[in-house]
Each structure stands twice: as C-alpha cells, then as structure tokens.
C-alpha cells in the first residue's frame, strides 16, 4: 500500500503546483482570451470650416445716368444771326473804352479799320487794313437789311470811304454799330445821330 500511496501524494502534488497563467504570444491570442480590447478609435468632433473665397475686387460703383430733364440745355439766342456773329460783337464790345490811335490794330489802342482787323482776325478771317479796302469785300446790302456782323461805312472826310463800324443791334428804326473813333476810341453809336445819318454810305454783309 505505501508505494501505491507514495504515488498518488506525488500526483496531487504535481497538479497542484502546475501554473494556471496563460503566456500571450499575440494580440489576435489576447482578444480571443479576452484580456485585450482594442482601443475604440474615437472620429474627431471638430468639423473643418469651409473656405469662403472672397474677390478682393471690389464692383466699381455705378453712376447715375442724368435723366434728359435733369441735363440743362444751353440754346443760342442767334435772332437770325450765326453764332461766330455773336462771338465776334462779344469780342468788339470787350474793347469799348479804348482809346483811338491811327494804325492801331491792339487793344493799346485802334483806329477804326484796325478794330474790325483785330476782331476779325481772332477767328482766323484777314481783313484789309483799311476802310476802303474793306468796303470792297463782300456783298452791298440795303440799309434797311442790314444784319448783326455786316460792316457799315461812312465818308467822314467828304471825299472817299474813311470810317467803318461793325452793326451790333437793330431795332425797328436804329441801328446800332461799334467803332472806333477818333474823339472817344472804341464806341457804339446810331445811325439815327445826325453825324453818321449825314456821311453813311453802305453796308457790306461779309458773312453768309
């Protein structure tokens, strides 16, 4: 019975000293052992933002078309008359006052050819530099025809042309010229003044 009862004490003994662990050699041993978990990889809460892009240009401001009943029309008040007239009478009249020098053809002074000679000559149209020269241009009208811009003569010396004028205003028995005469320079005067009603001799209509 001893040898028999030595062997079964060596067996409980054996079993009882035999290790229960479990060597893990692997990941894929662990999660069927059930002691490894695999992280749960968690997807970030943080949403990316979408790109605006923004046109650095910026759109030109629009402007505002003036209406036709804004816009302010400028009309010529021409009477018949063309619109180099006008300039030309507005251009006279800004010598009145100045005095009378024979031969002058400046504003430091003019005779009377030489006043039409100057104005004249500022829209680029040569005059003769003498009255009865001037008084060979153009076409002879009536007195009573007569129109803003024609040249008016008169024989102030008794013989000959010798003073010219430039008409200015017509009324319905008046009209009105600029000169240059020898008393008080650069004027404007009647035809109805005795003097220039006694020597007057034509109007020449030198513009069309």
């Given at each position: 019975m001893k040898p028999i009862l030595t062997l079964f004490l060596i067996f409980l003994l054996f079993t009882a000293c035999?290790?229960?662990?479990?060597?893990?050699?692997?990941?894929?041993?662990?999660?069927?052992?059930?002691?490894?978990?695999?992280?749960?990889?968690?997807?970030?809460?943080?949403?990316?933002?979408?790109?605006?892009?923004?046109d650095s240009k910026k759109t030109p401001t629009k402007k505002t078309k003036i209406s036709d009943t804004e816009a302010t029309d400028y009309e010529l008040n021409t009477d018949s008359t063309s619109y180099l007239v006008e300039q030309l009478i507005l251009a006279a009249k800004e010598?009145?006052?100045?005095?009378?020098?024979?031969?002058?053809?400046?504003?430091?002074?003019?005779?009377?050819?030489g006043l039409m000679y100057n104005i004249f000559d500022l829209?680029?149209?040569?005059?003769p530099h003498s009255s009865s020269d001037q008084a060979k241009l153009g076409q002879v009208?009536?007195?009573?025809?007569?129109?803003?811009?024609?040249?008016?003569?008169f024989k102030t010396n008794g013989r000959q042309i010798s003073h010219v004028g430039m008409v200015v205003e017509i009324t319905n028995d008046d009209?009105?010229?600029?000169?240059?005469?020898?008393?008080?320079?650069?004027?404007?005067?009647?035809?109805?003044?005795?003097y220039y009603k006694r020597t007057f001799?034509?109007?020449?209509?030198?513009?069309?």
């Open positions: 035999k290790p229960t662990s479990v060597i893990i050699t692997s990941k894929k041993t662990a999660q069927n052992k059930g002691v490894y978990v695999a992280p749960v990889t968690k997807k970030s809460s943080v949403k990316k933002e979408k790109l605006v892009q923004t010598n009145i006052g100045v005095r009378y020098r024979s031969g002058g053809i400046t504003p430091e002074g003019f005779d009377c050819s829209y680029h149209i040569k005059l009208v009536a007195l009573e025809n007569a129109k803003k811009g024609d040249l008016i003569f009209i009105k010229f600029i000169h240059s005469s020898t008393s008080s320079g650069v004027i404007i005067s009647s035809t109805n003044e005795g001799v034509q109007v020449n209509r030198v513009l069309e």
